[in-house]
Every structure is written in C-alpha cells, then in structure tokens.
C-alpha cells in the first residue's frame, strides 16, 4: 500500500516511506540486485543521499554484500567500496591484479551492490574495473549531482556507461507540510501562507534544502523585528546546500589495497595531457 513502510519490498526509511518514492525505491533496489548499473542523477538537496543511507540498510538486513561510497573520485573509492562488502575477503599481500580477481571472485559466488555518491568523475579505468562487474556480479548506483549546464552535459557524456535514472521530487503539498510541521516544532509565530510559498518555490523539490531552511529558523540573524527575512534565508541555505562537504574520501580511512589504483590513473592522466600537448606541438 503507498506510504506505509516499504522493508518488505523496497529500502526502508527510517521513517515510513513517502508516497512520492515508494514504487521508486522498490523498483531501482531489484534492478541493483539484479546486477543493473545505474547512474542517479538529480540536484544537490533533492534527498539522493539519504536515499542510499536506507537502501545500505535494506540490503544488510538482508544479508546481502552492500557499500556506501560517501564520495566518489575515482577507482581508488569503488575498490574501496568493494573491499568494504566483502570484508572477509583476504587481499593481503596482493598486487594490482590479483585484488581485483580475487574481489571479482567473491563477487561472482556471492552478488552484491556497490552505492557510490556523489560521483565527481568517471575515469577510464573505474569504466574498465565497472565492465568487469557486469552480468550480475555486482549492481552498481552512481549518484550524480546534477546543479548546472556544465554537470548536465557531464552527465550525458556518461551515459553510455549506465542507465540514467532521475531522482523524484518531493511535491510542493508535501514541502508545504514538512515547513508547518518545522516551524510549529520550534515555536515560532504562525507562518503565512505567503511566507511558505516563497520557501516552497525556492526549495524547487529538494527536501533536503528544505530541512536545512527549517534548521536555520531558529538563528537570530534571520529574523528582524519579528519577522523572517526569506530572501536571505532561502540564498543561505543553497549556499549550505551547494558547499556542502560531501564527507571524507574512503582512502583517507582504507588505504590498503586501493593506494596503487590512485597511481594507475595518474599515471594514466599525465600520459594523456602529454599525448595532447604532442598533438598540439608544444612542450610541457
């Protein structure tokens, strides 16, 4: 039924699952149990992380090998990642190839899903290690910050390596509850309607901009002679939301055996700009 908890089926939230997501959620967890590589594009505030915080959950109480990848840059995070959902896996020792072997190995007796947020690039060689994945080894969800012209026109030329799926939207309906229900939580005067369609239409869908204006309700230099400046409330809070740190890089916290892939792609990366710079005719 639409709007009850969905852990039968699809990711449990840590509430019950809103409307607007549900059948979504439950059809993009079987596609990634069923090996499907997807790219999940939408923008920044629009509840993508959150999302995967709930499907991580889904798939451990079912036993099923899972990753978080709270930033994804390059290889280095997806070995990670997929180290960290086959931990019993022993890479000890190892060089470049074996790891990636023995990684695959476990992967193809037992399948899982690899969930890579905010995925900034995608090199040649985390496309290469990806392919190998394929055919029902490992699902894979990279998640895609999608805020301009730029990092729409990345996305397309990515698209060839993964499905595109978009993020929904939360409902302005919704939105309009979740502020009233913010704001009477704090206390504060009773919101106009006019005030909660300016905040409504700034947040464009985006839940997660929306809970930051909700936090930043109670901080003194919003308000003057009892009333709320919104313009300054709402250009804050996508400022927080576009700035946001993203979390630290997994190598930071993992960095055997994945140290060796960040020198594959250096290497990689200057053996290309010195090929561009021959082609041009210049020195480095």
Same mark, same amino acid.
């Given at each position: 039924?639409?709007?009850?908890?969905?852990? !039968?089926?699809?990711?449990?939230?840590?509430?019950?699952?809103?409307?607007?997501?549900?059948?979504?959620? !439950? #059809?993009l967890a079987v596609?990634?149990?069923?090996?499907?590589?997807?790219?999940?594009?939408?923008?920044?505030?629009?509840?993508?992380? !959150?999302?995967?915080?709930?499907?991580?959950?889904?798939?451990?109480?079912?036993?099923?090998?899972?990753?978080?990848?709270?930033?994804?840059?390059?290889?280095?995070?997806?070995?990670s990642a997929l180290s960290q959902a086959y931990p019993a896996t022993d890479l000890e020792g190892l060089d470049r190839r074996a790891?990636?072997?023995?990684l695959r190995r476990a992967a193809d007796r037992v399948p899982g899903v690899l969930l890579l947020d905010h995925t900034r690039d995608v090199t040649t060689a985390m496309i290469g290690f990806l392919r190998h994945l394929r055919g029902?080894?490992?699902?894979?969800?990279?998640?895609?910050d999608i805020d301009s012209e730029f990092e729409g026109e990345r996305l397309l030329a990515w698209r060839r390596h993964a499905s595109r799926v978009r993020m929904p939207l939360m409902p302005n309906r919704r939105l309009s509850r979740l502020l009233r229900s913010g704001w009477?939580?704090?206390?504060l005067p009773e919101i106009d309607g006019k005030t909660v369609q300016e905040i409504v239409r700034a947040a464009?869908?985006?839940?997660?901009?929306?809970?930051?204006?909700?936090r930043r309700l109670e901080m003194p230099e919003y308000w003057r002679d009892g009333r709320l400046r919104v313009s300054a409330l709402c250009i804050d809070s996508e400022i927080a939301i576009?700035? #946001?740190?993203?979390?630290?890089?997994?190598?930071?916290?993992?960095?055997?055996?994945?140290?060796?892939?960040?020198?594959?792609?250096? !290497?990689?990366?200057? #053996?290309?700009?010195?090929?561009?710079r021959r082609a041009r005719g210049t020195t480095p």
């Open positions: 039924m639409p709007g009850q908890n969905l852990s !039968t089926h699809g990711p449990p939230v840590r509430r019950a699952q809103p409307r607007y997501l549900g059948a979504f959620c !439950t #059809n596609r990634l149990q069923s090996g499907s590589h997807l790219m999940l594009h939408g923008p920044r505030g629009s509840g993508k992380s !959150t999302l995967l915080a709930s499907m991580l959950d889904y798939y451990r109480l079912r036993s099923i090998p899972c990753a978080l990848a709270p930033q994804t840059l390059g290889l280095a995070d997806v070995v790891i990636g072997a023995r029902g080894i490992v699902g894979a969800l990279l998640v895609v009477a939580a704090r206390g464009r869908g985006r839940v997660g901009w929306l809970r930051e204006c909700v576009r700035l #946001n740190p993203t979390g630290p890089r997994m190598r930071a916290h993992f960095r055997h055996p994945q140290s060796f892939y960040l020198d594959v792609e250096t !290497t990689q990366m200057s #053996n290309r700009r010195a090929r561009e």
